[in-house]
């Protein structure tokens, strides 16, 4: 089992790209979470899913899309990046709403 | 509203114990804890419930104060492994399902 896998693990935009990244776990879990890490400021949520076809904006949800069309995959697009999107971006999915699994992030640097 | 942790850094010697809190503004569900080692993703530790009892896992314990919507993390004897950045992760509703609310850390060194 690989647990939950982000892709890609490094990128580099420029300001005004787009790009999706793509969260995918073989734990059949239901509930699904994109985070972001910034220095000093721990890990905010982006947007979340309960079930497959559902999203929700979570704290920080500007500047970003998500969908989920299949319940196994989680994927969250930047439509036009800016460098404030700079971070480190995590993924998590949990069956009961207790323990969160995480995936190895996804670090994004926007020019 | 993000939970707030103390203290933001502390740095022991191996074999010393340590103490971290994590206090809401708002009526608390349930604390998570995590740890992070640098460059990786956050591990779970455990989890502590409204109305429930401190857990505990080795050397590491967690107590829940309903009253002050407060945890506290606890290590003892630490060991060199238990250096990390440690978050508590706030659920303020039943269930959590839509997420937990981090506080923004406490980094722990433990020096030999």
């Known amino acids: 089992n690989a647990g939950v896998t982000q892709t890609p693990k490094f990128r580099v935009l420029k300001t005004g790209q787009s790009m999706t990244l793509l969260c995918a776990q073989d734990?059949?879990?239901?509930?699904m979470y994109w985070y972001r890490q910034d220095p000093g400021m721990g890990l905010r949520l982006i947007h979340y899913?309960?079930?497959?076809?559902?999203?929700a904006k979570g704290e920080v949800p500007d500047g970003y899309n998500v969908s989920r069309l299949k319940k196994q995959n989680f994927l969250l697009g930047l439509e036009s990046a800016a460098p404030s999107q700079t971070s480190v971006y995590f993924c998590?999915?949990?069956?009961?709403?207790?323990?969160?699994?995480f995936g190895p992030g996804t670090r994004l640097t926007v020019t | 509203q993000q939970p707030v942790q103390s203290p933001q850094a502390v740095i022991l010697r191996e074999g010393e114990d340590a103490v971290i809190n994590c206090s809401s503004s708002?009526?608390?569900?349930?604390v998570h804890w995590y740890r992070q080692k640098h460059g990786e993703a956050p591990v779970f530790l455990m989890i502590?419930?409204?109305?429930?009892e401190q857990k505990g896992h080795e050397k590491i314990s967690a107590s829940f104060n309903e009253k002050k919507q407060q945890s506290s993390l606890y290590l003892t004897a630490s060991q060199l492994s238990y250096s990390g950045t440690y978050f508590c992760?706030?659920?303020?509703?039943?269930?959590?399902?839509?997420?937990?609310?981090f506080g923004k850390g406490t980094h722990l060194i433990i020096q030999p």
């Open positions: 899913s309960v079930g497959e076809g559902t999203t």
């Open positions: 998590a999915t949990t069956q009961s709403s207790y323990e969160q699994y």
């Open positions: 502590l419930l409204k109305g429930g």
């Open positions: 708002k009526a608390l569900y349930s």
């Open positions: 734990m059949n879990h239901e509930y």
């Open positions: 992760g706030t659920v303020y509703s039943g269930g959590g399902a839509d997420g937990l609310t």
